[in-house]
């Protein structure tokens, strides 16, 4: 918000530059036009007395909480008035210089004389809420924002705080700069010297600090009070004492300089306009809206001891103009104008591709409708940050035409806003496309391996190049409803790409290397089957003897075979009984057996037995047919024996 400064009574100025060019500003602020429009008479109603402030410096209008932040240092505090000019909080920081609300209006950010910091306050309790350090010496004065990026002055320079993350850039001094003004918009810088110098110099830079260009201000134009970008962005005027000079955004050549003894300062009307404040003449109203004069407003503050000028600002939105004055007792009245409603309802429509190569041009088409030969701007969200591209402008048809080459993969979003002006509402729209990513490699060592029950498996995931993330997860879900899939570790790779770590094996187990992704490269998880064996035996009893490998029963004996398995809720044991005939081995008995809860079954063969015939038992646990499938399918060793008289 630009700084106002005291006068003997006020005339301002709202030029919509969006309808009408800038040479139509000026000549109508300063020709006939004005003169022809029947003044609106302010009532006295509109007056609302303030409790009294020692001074004033910034003022800055809170729409979100209904409220006027301003700047008394004199007092050594910040005042937080009610629309009607009642007080609603105040806090003395020490004395403040220069304030700034958030586009949110969550957060208020202040200067203060002799801190080498920027604060920020909530917009609602005015509790300190952050303290961005700037570094020794560099103590901040006037504010602007852009995006993320909060610009200050200080000294003979200024420089940049990036609110994600604290990082704070300073500028080399400008010499031909005392007390330097600024202005920010959309990825461009304007500074100026301020009231300390008779005359001075004009600089432009880009949103990294990097200079475009720079010039001397017009001779006719002293003393500079402020500097303001207009609402398009595509013009930046200086004011001062002698008049105000309008300039190019793009390269600072001039466009037109007004002579004016009556200029007070500039400020950008949230509507789509320009302030423009100016001491009034006796035959001229105190406030004009532009273009052609079409709106004026004649405050009750005339006489010998008219009220001076203190302040002025819009409410977000350009619904209402706050103007504070203060007479010569010290006393000070907040008046509430009415702006015009915004009436035309616009509508912005875009056309992109659903799919889109990283790193090149991609196009996007859109129509606004509503409003002709407007500037938009235009935001890229990926999943690294947002990022505000350059404005564009639409056509006299409301078209327009939106090229970049989004640096990073993944869904990417594009809003183009159009911000509307006191005849327009604003309007915005949002589109998303799929932009391509490189598929990494990935790699998981052990699929379909088949492992001792208990074993500990060491574990290798390999992750090949990749942009910035070298972060890999491994996963692990083990076979049955009644366990879940759990992480086993998270882990930068090291040197050669890997994470390692073990899992133990008592189930089946399907483990996970999962790769997230980053700005270039897509996500991606690779799977590995580790499979784990129960064990499995079989003990005989109810033998005579063993001999060669083989138990021997006398005929009259049932034999009774006690398997042994690793146990499972539910599980059995499949049983395998053969007989040898002919020089090979034949099926002859299989059973479905269930274990108990320590792993255990028992079956007893009974029946006629044949004296000398050759037979083995062994029992297996079957995946999937044995009651369950969280283990692999193992066959326990054969059992021989043979019957005798």
């Not at 398009?232 to 002579?259: H, K, R």
Request: a neutral charge.
């Amino acid at each position: 918000m630009s700084k106002f400064v005291r006068t003997t009574s006020i005339r301002v100025v709202l030029a919509a530059t969006v309808l009408a060019g800038a040479a139509a500003l000026w000549t109508a602020a300063t020709g006939s036009a004005a003169a022809e429009v029947t003044p609106i008479a302010v009532p006295e109603s509109a007056g609302h007395p303030v409790a009294s402030l020692q001074s004033v410096g910034d003022m800055v209008v809170d729409g979100r909480h209904k409220r006027i932040l301003i700047s008394d240092e004199s007092d050594e505090r910040i005042v937080a008035l009610n629309y009607d000019g009642s007080a609603a909080g105040e806090i003395s920081p020490g004395v403040p210089r220069g304030l700034l609300l958030s586009a949110d209006a969550t957060t208020l950010y202040a200067t203060l004389r002799g801190e080498t910091s920027i604060i920020a306050y909530d917009a609602a309790t005015l509790t300190e809420t952050a303290r961005y350090p700037l570094g020794a010496g560099i103590v901040p004065e006037q504010l602007a924002l852009a995006g993320h990026t909060l610009w200050f002055t200080y000294g003979q320079s200024f420089g940049s705080l990036d609110l994600t993350d604290g990082t704070v850039v300073t500028h080399e001094p400008l010499i031909d700069i005392s007390g330097p003004l600024i202005a920010a918009d959309h990825g461009r810088i304007a500074v100026t010297s301020g009231p300390g110098l008779s005359s001075g110099a004009l600089y432009l830079f880009d949103a990294t600090g990097t200079e475009i260009a720079h010039r001397d201000v017009d001779s006719r134009v002293q003393y500079h009070r402020d500097v303001a970008f207009t609402s398009g962005g595509d013009q930046v005027v200086v004011g001062g004492a002698g008049g105000y000079q309008t300039l190019s955004a793009a390269d600072l050549s001039p466009v037109d300089t007004v002579e004016t003894g009556r200029f007070v300062a500039l400020g950008s009307d949230p509507a789509g306009g320009l302030m423009v404040a100016e001491k009034p003449d006796f035959d001229l109203p105190e406030l004009t809206l532009l273009p052609g004069g079409n709106r004026q407003w004649d405050l009750p503050i005339t006489g010998q001891y008219a009220p001076s000028l203190a302040a002025l600002a819009w409410e977000p939105g350009g619904a209402r103009l706050f103007t504070l004055t203060t007479d010569y007792l010290g006393r000070q009245t907040l008046w509430t104008v009415d702006g015009p409603a915004s009436t035309a309802t616009t509508a912005i429509t875009l056309k992109a591709p659903t799919t889109a190569t990283r790193a090149a041009t991609l196009t996007i088409s859109g129509t606004i409708t509503g409003a002709t030969s407007v500037p938009l701007t235009v935001t890229r969200k990926d999943a690294e940050s947002a990022t505000a591209l350059n404005r564009v402008t639409t056509t006299a048809t409301g078209t327009f035409t939106i090229t970049d080459k989004p640096p990073v993969g993944g869904t990417v979003g594009y809003t183009v806003s159009y911000a509307g002006d006191a005849f327009h509402k604003p309007s915005t729209a949002t589109v998303s496309v799929a932009v391509s990513r490189v598929t990494p490699t990935v790699t998981l060592n052990g699929n379909g391996s088949v492992n001792s029950y208990g074993f500990s498996y060491p574990l290798v995931a390999h992750l090949g190049t990749t942009y910035r993330n070298r972060t890999v997860e491994i996963w692990a879900d083990p076979y049955g409803a009644d366990q879940g899939n759990r992480l086993v570790k998270k882990a930068t790779v090291d040197s050669k790409g890997n994470v390692s770590t073990t899992w133990k094996l008592t189930r089946n187990t399907t483990v996970s290397a999962i790769f997230t992704g980053d700005a270039q490269y897509a996500a991606r998880t690779v799977t590995s089957t580790l499979y784990a064996r129960p064990a499995v035996s079989t003990a005989v009893t109810k033998h005579y003897k063993t001999a060669s490998s083989y138990y021997y029963f006398r005929k009259s004996v049932n034999p009774v075979f006690t398997t042994t398995m690793t146990a499972h809720p539910g599980r059995k044991q499949r049983l395998f009984l053969e007989y040898y005939a002919s020089g090979t081995w034949h099926a002859w008995h299989n059973y479905l057996i269930a274990v108990d809860a320590a792993g255990h079954s028992t079956y007893t063969l009974t029946g006629t037995h044949n004296v000398g015939t050759r037979y083995r038992v062994r029992a297996a646990y079957l995946s999937g047919t044995s009651g369950d499938n969280v283990n692999y399918s193992t066959y326990g060793a054969y059992k021989y024996f043979q019957f005798t008289k």
